[in-house]
């Protein structure tokens, strides 16, 4: 896929997103889309480390670390094909 189409894709599905409440998705895929979309959005050179203990958040940045291998392009990728599979 070229990248200037895998970014219209993205950002169509971030649209699409974007209208989904949070009570009309299981935690689980939510915590996917909130990874995928850190990933593929992730900026290397304004990381930082907060010292947050709060539960969601660290649930937030487990299921980020899980996924921490994938490329920006890969996480671009996995986002759009979770979002097509709940719009079916």
Known sequence: ??????????QEAVEIASFMT??????DV???????????TFDKSNFTVTDNSDLR????????????????AQAKK??????HSLIK
């Not at 949070?22 to 935690?27: F, I, K, M, V």
């Not at 940045?61 to 920006?72: C, F, G, M, V």
């Not at 996995?78 to 979002?83: A, G, H, M, S, T």
């Open 1 to 10: 896929m070229i990248e200037e189409d895998l970014e219209k894709k993205f």
């Open 22 to 27: 949070q009570a009309s998705l299981p935690q």
């Open 30 to 40: 939510q915590l996917r889309l909130y990874a995928f979309y850190k990933q593929a």
């Open 57 to 72: 958040n660290a649930f937030k940045t487990n299921a980020w670390i899980q996924i921490s291998h994938l490329t920006q």
């Open 78 to 83: 996995k986002y759009i094909k979770l979002i």
